[in-house]
């Protein structure tokens, strides 16, 4: 998480930090700063909360820093340290005449700190960050180089860092670095920008240079200079970044979750092109490297990923064992990084990511290539870390999604586990032929189905007003619907803070059944198939406890309406398929919920877009 920007030029610096530092503003926004090289010193400017704040700041110094045209910014997501003013980035060592912004987390700061301590360091912050200050402040102290200070300096720190660095002394100079942390350098002309994140930079410039872990590359206006960590020049590896400028427009939404979420039948149509011509037709997915003959042979799956990406990986499970028989296991990439795991060359990994940068998925996924298995990443980021350990890329192509709230790449993931799990079922031949080509078809037909739903919003506006007030939600399924009870509490959760939990409706009598009474709603995701009638009898079990009953659901049972006391209709779709539209309403209610309490739907409190801290 943080976002860090540089920039060394001819240009007025301050509004190129601000603009990237915008585009950033998904990796955190707890507080933001920046440091700016002025005349004969460096200017520190910072501020508490949202980005609006420090701009609200810099108008009132404007007189100093119009003219500058190098310096370093951040957006931060607190790790260390409260999220005030002190413990925002850029920091700097005693005299003040190095600054620094960081993303990631120092682990041994702490005997770091003491042994700079007894150096002498007065130590102004909570944060790791600023032992790294103090630290290159003492090697620039002996060497009178910043590269070489930096090179000294980073040997001595453990864990991810990716870091941008100026000193008053080196009059136009800038030297960024990084380990287990994204960095790039966009090239123009005369100019450098430093980044977390394309998006920073790519209104300026599409030529890039990705740093690779433990490279350390000293900016210049003039030149680049890239070296490894032995301080020996590397040879530059610059590329052209596959991206467009595109324009974070909300499209008249109000916000851009409810436009993401309105984007998803698009999203979908794109994803099928080319992959499904006709049902009668195989399924076409270049994407995946495994020859048809290790396909043929696989007969174990392990798929890591966190979050939103979890819930699509446990759809994920449920249909490639269903239309494959290949057995697949799903653990929280956090939790898979830390215990003896047996995965070897034989077992397919795939790893799940909205970002292709979670930091915990990244290291469940080194973990398992090291272990030489086959690595399928499935993300929405072509260009990111995730990708580049990728043996198999699946793109999502859902497009940048800025809400922190997960909507239309947990859709678009979805289906690329339809696809991928039919392919490899044509190749197994593992699935009846007319059950693929129902499914084939139908697949095609579910963007005009969500479209239904978008287009008579009226009544999951009216559900999410009528249990606004709740303090805690439950919702429940079965099957292969029950990730999707999952996702609809953690959408909730995350941007209106009810406790919402989701649950297999079979456990509700193994315990949280004890919670039910008259002010708890229970949401039943019951869609028409093999758990239907189960469902239904869990939720009369919840409905003799006097719980609020809501049905979600595709049957038109006149029955329900006794069991029941409000009913959301989706259309009719076959049970397979039936996680991809039961999710579009419970997207909806949380958002409605979130809007009518007035909550900050796209940066809910304590999140961040890109969670690349472990
Ligand atoms: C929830 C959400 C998060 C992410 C999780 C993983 O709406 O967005 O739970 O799903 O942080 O992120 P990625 O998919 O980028 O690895």
Redesign the pocket.
């Known amino acids: 998480m943080c976002g860090i920007v540089g920039y060394i030029g001819d240009k007025s610096v301050v509004d190129i930090l601000i603009d990237g530092l915008h585009q950033l503003e998904y990796r955190g926004y707890d507080s933001a700063g920046i440091a700016v090289k002025c005349e004969d010193k460096i200017n520190i400017y910072k501020a508490e909360g949202k980005l609006e704040n420090l701009s609200c700041v810099l108008t009132t110094h404007k007189s100093e820093y119009q003219k500058a045209t190098m310096g370093i910014g951040h957006i931060r997501w607190a790790t260390h340290g409260a999220p005030t003013v002190v413990n925002a980035h850029p920091h700097t060592c005693n005299c003040g005449n190095l600054v620094i912004v960081h993303n990631g987390i120092i682990e041994n700061f702490k005997e770091l700190r003491a042994q700079l301590e007894l150096k002498g360091a007065k130590f102004k912050t909570q944060t790791d960050t600023e032992v790294v200050a103090h630290l290159i402040a003492y090697k620039y102290a002996d060497t009178k180089d910043l590269t070489k200070a930096v090179q000294l300096a980073t040997k001595e720190i453990e864990g991810a860092y990716a870091l941008c660095i100026m000193h008053n002394e080196e009059k136009d100079k800038m030297v960024a670095t990084k380990r287990n942390a994204p960095l790039l350098v966009g090239i123009g002309e005369g100019e450098f920008y430093v980044a977390s994140d394309v998006p920073a930079i790519i209104k300026h410039t599409k030529k890039a240079m990705y740093l690779n872990d433990n490279e350390i590359v000293t900016l210049t206006k003039e030149k680049m200079v890239l070296i490894n960590s032995n301080g020996e020049e590397l040879q530059q590896k610059i590329e052209t970044l596959p991206w467009e400028p595109v324009a974070l427009s909300k499209m008249g939404y109000k916000h851009f979750m409810l436009k993401e979420i309105h984007e998803q039948p698009d999203v979908i149509r794109n994803i099928l092109v080319g992959k499904i011509h006709t049902s009668e037709e195989p399924i076409i997915l270049n994407e995946v490297k495994l020859t048809k003959e290790k396909l043929k042979e696989l007969n174990r799956i392990q798929i890591i990923?966190?979050?939103?990406?979890?819930h699509a990986a446990m759809i994920g499970k449920y249909i490639i064992e269903n239309f494959c028989s290949i057995a697949v296991d799903v653990e929280p990439s956090s939790e898979y990084i830390y215990r003896k795991n047996v995965t070897d060359s034989h077992t397919l990994v795939i790893g799940?990511?909205?970002?292709?940068?979670?930091a915990d998925?990244l290291t469940a996924i080194k973990q398992a290539k090291a272990k030489g298995s086959h690595i399928l990443i499935i993300t929405?980021r072509p260009d990111s870390a995730m990708a580049r350990e990728a043996d198999s890329l699946v793109p999502v192509s859902a497009g940048i999604e800025v809400s922190?709230?997960?909507?239309k790449?947990?859709v678009a993931q979805l289906v690329s586990f339809y696809l991928l799990a039919l392919y490899m079922a044509e190749i197994k031949e593992s699935l009846d032929e007319s059950l693929i080509k129902s499914l084939k078809s139908d697949l095609t037909q579910i963007p005009q189905k969500i479209e239904q739903i978008l287009s008579h919003k009226e009544r999951i506006l009216e559900c999410a007003k009528k249990y606004s007030n709740t303090k805690d939600f439950i919702y429940v399924a079965r099957g292969i619907n029950y990730p999707t009870a999952l996702e609809g509490a953690?959408?909730l959760k995350?941007i209106s803070y009810i406790n919402a939990t989701g649950y297999p409706a079979g456990e509700l009598k193994h315990g949280p059944i004890a919670m039910l009474d008259e002010s708890m709603p229970v949401l039943s995701i019951l869609m028409k198939g093999s758990v239907y009638e189960k469902l239904l009898s869990n939720s009369e079990e919840a409905k003799a406890r006097n719980a609020r009953m809501i049905a979600l659901t595709n049957s038109k049972d006149e029955k329900l309406k006794d069991l029941f006391e409000f009913i959301l209709e989706v259309p009719d779709v076959q049970e397979l398929l039936s996680p991809i539209i039961a999710i579009v309403p419970l997207q909806l209610i949380a958002y409605y919920i979130a809007e009518y309490l007035g909550k900050d739907v796209d940066q809910p409190r304590n999140?961040a877009?890109?969670?690349t801290v472990e």
């Open positions: 990923a966190c979050g939103t990406s979890l799940v990511s909205q970002s292709g940068e979670t998925t929405n922190v709230a997960a909507t790449s947990y953690l959408k995350e999140l877009k890109s969670v």
